[in-house]
């Protein structure tokens, strides 16, 4: 070994008094890039926990799961993705189809965490319900601007021009044809938040399901098992559960309606009942129905299915109470309203009309020969103006208006009319007006948008050369030479102290005052609880008009059931068909004592 | 200067182009027959100045039997970037190697072969695995392969795993029984 060999290890030490060639590495961990698909986050208040993301999924990642603090409600199911970071590979598609746009990824990637026997469980979160360091992060991937996984645009509905249908009473929707309603179907993501919206929690997601795959028998099997009027839903519904639908968040919510509406256009009255094939045998009981409206009907039909023996006593000479007396002809035709009718009727239901219990028959009769009695009388009884001439010939009420139209009668209600109100019933009767060929005003206390009418009748009202005055609150009408002399009170808005809605307060002097050959009273109406006997009035329990029953409809006398606008809030028909449906299941479980 | 414009014609006269897409004015994307894929690439090098390969990528047309590949190139004499494609079959997934044009093709032919099961014969190692290894069953990234029956035998739930169906929760909370 030379010198050299036992010298040489010993140069490098030269090398440590001089700068090093190499440079530091910096020990700050390197950020995502800005679209990095890391982590994620939700905003958990825009969640809706409609578990699109769950479906979309390619492993099976993402668990829907109950959060503390955040309730199950109208639109939103209280769930909320928890993600399995063992199996999520990060394709982002859960992002990409969210449809309220809540989820999200940031662009963190590291996340340690310290070993213990229960460390598998941490990996598995809920993203903005866990503490995590990276919920505020700006930066990571987002849903591109103009990429949509889901269509948020309805495919039209075709709707009869404002010039045509001004002096029409031709149904004025056309209806989706085939093609079109497949395509409305396969918007629809089937999460089912709808379901719960719907006062008679129809199995919305499955009827669509039934469209997509057009098996149109099995969507009428669905649609009967809550609805025996889904003909006349399926065009007047006030459709609540599209204002629940998922794609309402960032487009246009699901024509559920139309979809209903397609199924029973495309089913002829001998297929519903092949698709039916409703079978029972009679238990001898008898049940005695009040009214032959959506409630009474959807009763009597729920009932007739279980055995029951169903006699319906109808005060006028037709069935289907509002749907037929108070929905103008051009929203529903009266052989479509006919055709869910003649089905319920087809399963040995029996309706006496012109019977007006109270008047030709007693209710105490019914009660002695009847197993149980339902009534679903609807509000009969239009609230007075409190105004001065409100008596006038020439003043009439809304609903008296409508049936009038409904029965043929001419209105005579001449060339200027006015409308009191500012829900449904003025609506109708205002554009009903506008078809007799009148100058229609709509009088209203309050402003258009606090009108309790829906917004898809005051829009074509408007389109129907509808005029429209609000804050105004009426305060006399005169008669001279066959003209009403209307005067109303112009208004303020004033807001409520105590948070309650805004209050319309009359401005001192400023009063209008218009001529017009006919005014229309429709600002509501009550029930008419005159028919029933004394005794059983006291013994049933009212608050605000209405009758109180327990969840089974059910009366404070245990023989008798109620449903429908005189007892539900909402008074509308599918609040009403659920009654009746409830009202059965009820009577039947009273009756065999289970 | 050149333009791509001017490059895009050239390609379209020598060795024809079946279709052309102006994404924007510094990116157009042309198709090419397959069997003129090398010429096309070797003539926008050395000719047209898109001296640079970005990347090769390739795409799975399942429901055609096919796949595309795409070259992209960029100038960095005009700033201007050409994408290359051609589709070859599905069921006999080769193609020529453009291994002798730039260096990283050898590295891009063989994450192609080991993704999609595209063969580069002749291409150095393209039968080496790239990032999966030991890797049996249909290339992931072909559209057939089942990425969750994949992950249900590969990986398992963590613990704690159990989830509710939106519909049939809210029946259970809201619904007026």
Redesign the interface.
């Known amino acids: 070994m030379s010198l050299k060999n036992f010298v040489a290890p010993f140069y490098v030490w030269k090398r440590a008094f001089e700068k090093p060639l190499t440079n530091t590495k910096p020990l700050e961990t390197r950020p995502g890039a800005a679209a990095y698909r890391g982590f994620h986050v939700n905003d958990i208040e825009k969640c809706i926990?409609?578990?699109s993301c769950?479906e979309i999924c390619?492993?099976?990642s993402?668990?829907?799961?109950?959060v503390d603090g955040i309730e199950?409600?109208?639109g939103d199911?209280?769930?909320r993705p928890r993600i399995?970071y063992?199996?999520c590979?990060w394709c982002a598609l859960c992002i990409d189809i969210c449809p309220t746009g809540s989820l999200n990824m940031t662009n963190e990637y590291t996340w340690l965490e310290e070993g213990d026997g229960?460390v598998?469980?941490k990996?598995?979160f809920t993203p903005g319900v866990d503490k995590k360091n990276w919920n505020n992060l700006e930066l990571g991937y987002k849903r591109p601007v103009d990429y949509e996984i889901l269509e948020y645009s309805k495919i039209k509905m075709t709707i009869m021009e404002t010039a045509e249908r001004s002096d029409s009473f031709i149904e004025m929707v056309k209806g989706y044809s085939k093609e079109e309603a497949e395509r409305e179907a396969d918007r629809c993501v089937a999460?089912?938040?709808c379901?719960?919206t719907c006062p008679a929690?129809m199995d919305i997601?499955e009827y669509i399901k039934a469209i997509r795959e057009d098996d149109l028998n099995e969507a009428v099997r669905l649609l009967y098992k809550t609805n025996p009027f889904s003909n006349s839903c399926g065009r007047i519904c006030t459709h609540r559960c599209e204002d629940a639908c998922v794609l309402e968040h960032r487009g246009e919510s699901i024509s559920i309606r139309w979809l209903k509406r397609y199924i029973m256009d495309n089913v002829s009255s001998e297929e519903i009942k092949s698709s039916l094939a409703d079978e029972f045998t009679k238990n001898g009981k008898k049940i005695a129905i009040i009214g032959a409206g959506p409630g009474g009907l959807s009763a009597a039909y729920y009932l007739a299915k279980l055995g029951y023996s169903v006699t319906v006593f109808e005060a006028k000479e037709k069935a289907g109470g509002m749907l037929r007396y108070g929905i103008p002809e051009y929203r529903l035709p009266y052989d479509e309203l006919d055709k869910d009718i003649n089905y319920i009727l087809s399963l040995g239901v029996k309706i006496e009309y012109n019977i007006r219990i109270g008047k030709d028959k007693d209710f105490d009769d019914l009660y002695k020969h009847f197993d149980s009695i339902f009534f679903s009388i609807g509000l009969s009884k239009p609230y007075s103006m409190r105004v001065e001439g409100e008596t006038l010939p020439g003043v009439i009420s809304g609903l008296k208006f409508l049936d009038d139209v409904t029965m043929g009668i001419d209105p005579k209600i001449g060339k200027s009319v006015a409308v009191v109100g500012g829900g449904n019933v003025a609506m109708d009767a205002a554009r009903t007006s506008k078809r007799f060929g009148a100058d229609v005003t709509v009088v209203y206390r309050r402003r258009l948008e606090d009108m309790p009418a829906d917004l898809e009748e005051i829009v074509e009202a408007q389109e129907e050369n509808v005029e429209f005055v609000v804050k105004a609150i009426p305060t006399k009408i005169v008669e001279n030479k066959g003209k009403l002399y209307f005067s109303w009170n112009n208004a303020k808005m004033v807001e409520q102290k105590d948070g309650g809605r805004p209050k319309p307060v009359a401005i001192e002097g400023d009063i209008t005052t218009r001529t017009f050959d006919t005014i229309i009273s429709a600002i509501g109406q009550a029930g008419d609880f005159s028919f029933l006997p004394k005794e059983i009035e006291e013994k049933l329990k009212f608050k605000w008009g209405k009758v109180i029953t327990d969840?089974s409809r059910q009366t404070a006398d245990s023989k008798i059931f109620a449903g429908g606008d005189v007892v539900n809030a909402t008074a509308d028909a599918i609040s009403a068909i659920e009654d009746g449906h409830?009202a059965a299941i009820g009577i039947d479980r009273a009756l065999r004592k289970i | 200067m050149k333009t791509i414009l001017n490059s895009v014609k050239n390609i379209e006269q020598i060795f024809g182009v079946l279709a052309k897409k102006i994404q924007r004015p510094d990116l157009i994307f042309i198709t090419v027959e397959k069997k003129q894929v090398l010429s096309v690439l070797s003539h926008l090098r050395d000719i047209e100045e898109y001296t640079h390969l970005v990347m090769i990528t390739a795409i799975d047309y399942l429901e055609q039997g096919k796949f595309q590949i795409l070259y992209l190139l960029h100038n960095y004499k005009n700033n201007t970037d050409l994408g290359v494609k051609t589709f070859i079959s599905r069921e006999d997934a080769h193609m020529y190697s453009a291994h002798h044009l730039w260096g990283q093709v050898a590295t891009y032919q063989r994450e192609l072969h080991e993704m999609f099961g595209i063969d580069f014969p002749g291409s150095p190692r393209v039968n080496e695995n790239f990032a999966l290894e030991g890797w049996e069953g249909i290339p992931p990234m072909r559209r057939d392969f089942d990425?969750?029956r994949y992950?249900?035998e590969t990986?398992?739930?963590?613990?704690?795993?159990?989830?509710?169906?939106?519909?049939?929760?809210?029946?259970k909370?809201?619904?007026?029984?």
């Open positions: 926990g409609c578990g769950e390619q492993n099976m993402i668990d829907l799961v109950p199950t409600k109208d199911s209280g769930l399995d063992g199996r590979c229960d598998d469980d990996f598995i999460c089912g938040i379901v719960a929690n997601p969840k409830k | 990425t969750l992950s249900q990986y398992n739930f963590r613990k704690g795993r159990a989830t509710n169906d939106p519909k049939k929760y809210m029946k909370n809201l619904h007026k029984e």
